[in-house]
């Protein structure tokens, strides 16, 4: 009952992990943190270029493979670039995202599906051919990267947080499917994280941490074994607590806390 809800990770020395999403913020900063460890990574995104890059100091230890996570039918092929080279996958990490600050009066619903079309669809069309090929190897993980904005109501996260609120549902139901199958279920949900898509904010940002730190606490979360992967925790327990208030409270602190 009180133990670590997924096997901890002993050992990344010669694991095969894909990131999804890791041309640049937290999936970049966490492939090289893994490649230092001694991981075999695969990497993905939809830019080609900087995949190469990023993997070019890696040698035999890296793969780069180009995926646009709004094509269902992308992934299966580069799946199977990576048992191909590897035979297997370890641990997958769905990181690919995107934010546009929304606010009610502007709201159009075309940006509004494309949001969720990467946000959310993108993670869905990964699952299926994960899911099997992890039962078919008897175990491996899945962690799927969401956002404390799927906590709760934010202003200018009209869009972005129902996507990731919804994500929050998807892979707790993903766990009580799959636990029991033994392949681990992860849910990271950073707080705020230097990224290209946090330079588009216009607010300031409590707890404002680097991709580098965020790795290292998504690394230290799988080696707990912990389900629930949340930093900085001085900013992510607040926001847990503010969801305990009755929505008069929650409302009243969430416009002082943010002045919006």
């Not at 492939?31 to 990023?54: D, F, M, N, P, T």
């Not at 051919?129 to 799927?150: D, E, F, N, Y």
Request: with cysteine.
């Amino acid at each position: 009952m009180f133990g670590a809800l997924n096997k901890p990770i002993r050992d990344w020395r010669g694991l095969r992990i894909w990131v999804i999403g890791a041309s640049s913020g937290i999936g970049a900063g966490l492939a090289q943190a893994l490649w230092a460890r001694g991981s075999r990574v695969a990497v993905s995104a939809r830019r080609g270029a900087e995949l190469e890059q990023l993997t070019a100091a890696h040698g035999p230890a890296a793969l780069a493979l180009p995926l646009d996570v709004t094509d269902p039918s992308a992934v299966q092929p580069a799946l199977d670039r990576i048992i191909a080279a590897w035979g297997g996958v370890d641990l997958v990490v769905l990181c690919a995202g995107t934010h546009q600050p929304v606010r009610a009066w502007a709201l159009e619903t075309g940006a509004a599906r494309r949001l969720f079309e990467i946000n959310l669809h993108g993670v869905i069309h990964c699952l299926p051919p994960l899911v099997t090929r992890l039962q078919q190897q008897g175990g491996g993980g899945i962690a799927v990267v969401s956002s404390v904005a799927g906590y709760g109501g934010l202003p200018t996260s009209l869009i972005y947080g129902a996507s990731k609120a919804a994500l929050n549902n998807l892979t707790e139901t993903l766990y009580l499917d799959l636990a029991p199958r033994g392949i681990g279920v992860y849910l990271v949900c950073p707080g705020f994280v230097k990224t290209p898509l946090t330079d588009r904010n216009e607010f300031p940002m409590p707890a404002l941490i680097s991709v580098e730190a965020a790795a290292e606490a998504m690394i230290a979360g799988f080696e707990r074994g912990d389900f629930e992967i949340h930093f900085p925790k001085r900013f992510t327990r607040l926001l847990k607590l503010l969801r305990l208030l009755p929505y008069r409270c929650y409302f009243a602190l969430v416009r002082r806390g943010t002045g919006l």
